[in-house]
């Protein structure tokens, strides 16, 4: 029970400081392009009042930046302490992205911010746009390193298991960069932040027009906003459909989980709610095919043969294939110095079994599933939210140009407290992304309860509530300071 | 190229000089830092395997892995 509570709360508290990183994140990927737009139109018009309004929205993203950065830090603390199997065994799989990011993130912060920041007075207006569009794209070529990482996990490439090291070694750069699943989550990921900066930067300019001040920068800045949020949701909408097609391909149980799909088959239907069914859509989705077959849960744990004939083994096959792998592991570890024939047999069937490997340190099938319901309803909060708000993106910006919305209370009151909606939907779908993937840490591979390391339980619950104190303090100071910076508004002459 | 160097120097200064409400969001970033590896890094968040040398490191993870704690 007592190493139960230690898997339980080294998840838990791995999965409170990834929430706690991804409220800054998507806020800094779609303001950096909000701001832009507006430093664009400034120099291509050279209308004073664009340039003060792209410095508000760059006051904001300041502050945002300066309470986000270094919380991911954490999560890399937590790799060593926590989870020092997983960071051993995945080796430079993980270590190669997380580098990169570091080294490219601190550069082009350094230089680009600081001209940003710094070079108003200082550079020509053009060198200071490109400052600033790069500050942006800097942020989202930081998000792909780390969805890179994430994505290896979901669906691991380009890499080989070496026994000698334990650990999982490189062998294809490129298989690893352009994984399917990273390219997916990449956009989804990117585009899903255009959507937190429209809504927060509409919600923001509506509470200025709730108040009937700044009313010209009201109206702007909802203007702009809406178009990338707009944008950013139909991007958000094509990417989510190729990462459903690949979620059924390489991940079919967190499909399987997301739809509470017992039992699957050919034209899967698609769960609204449940009891309410549309036939064959969850088949399109998954397959671009009505007609597709999509594995339920019972068919994954009990095996099944897809329509083109190939056989998939069952949950105990793969657990007694995992279990092989991990013996063959031991004995190879034993072997290799002392009988290096025997030790040469062992790693044929370790080869032979690696993709099951993970699976050998499962006791019973129904480890295997995710928690279904805590998935179903975080998929359905995701895409709900993500309707409504692009309606509300949509019906703001024909309001902002058809009537006088600075006289239509509700709609600003909506858009207002849209605000948090928007933080829901991404953390719903990072539940989707990373419950639906449980019990594994890397897919097929090392399941949690491997990964981490052999701490007292007493430590991780200390340092759970150290962060929930510190993460709770820092919040609070970001939204005192972002409060008062919006109450000051963006100084700026609206006659 | 000094000259260059010394521009880019005197640019950053002066930015951080002339800083109004990015000063306390700096203070802000510094407390964090410091939080975060002199005080959660150094005394709760020590890595399980630092200290170790390659060879233990091999061999503690894969003892860890072969003989797994049953839960």
Known sequence: MVESALVNWSRLQFAMTAGYHWLFVPLTLGLAVIMAIMETIYVATGDEFWKKTSKFWMKIFGINFAVGIATGIILEFEFGTNFSNYSWFVGDIFGA??????????FMEATFFAVMFFGWEKVSKRTHLVATWMTGIGAAISAIWILVANSWMQHPVGMEFNPDTVRHEMV??????LNPVAISKFFHSVFSGWMTGAIFAIGVSCWYLLKKREERFALASIRVSAIVGIVGTFAVMFSGDSSA????????MKLAA??????????????????????GV??????????????????LLDGYTTPSGEVMPSAEEKIERGKRAIEAFGEYRALSDSDPAAAAEARAVLDDNIDYFGYGYIDSREELVPPVGLVYWAF??????????LLLMGVMLWVSYKKHLASM????WAALLSIPLVYIAGQAGWIVAEVGRQPWVIEGLL???????????????????????????????????LMKAIKKGPEIDNN | MKRAVLAVYNFYVEGFKNMTWGRQLWWLILLKVVLLFLVLRAFFFKPVLAGKSEEQKIEHVSNELINPIKY
């Open chain 1, 447 to 481: 399941p949690v309860k491997a990964a981490v390391s052999s701490v007292s339980v007493a430590a991780v619950q200390t340092t759970f509530f150290i962060f929930v104190a510190i993460f709770t303090l820092f919040l609070a100071i970001e939204l005192r300071i």
């Open chain 1, 172 to 177: 294809d750069f490129w298989a690893l960069v």
């Open chain 1, 97 to 106: 992205p997380l580098a990169i990011e570091g080294i490219l993130a601190f």
């Open chain 1, 258 to 279: 997301a739809e509470g799909l017992e039992n699957g088959g050919e034209r899967a239907p698609f769960s609204i709610v449940p009891g309410v069914e549309v036939p």
């Open chain 1, 282 to 299: 969850l088949s399109v989705l998954a397959t671009h095919d009505i007609n597709g077959y999509v594995p339920g849960i019972n068919n």
């Open chain 1, 245 to 252: 097609v690949h979620v059924a391909e390489y991940q079919p």
């Open chain 1, 380 to 389: 359905r909060v995701m895409v709900g939210l993500g309707g409504a708000l």
């Open chain 1, 409 to 412: 209370t509700w709609l600003q």
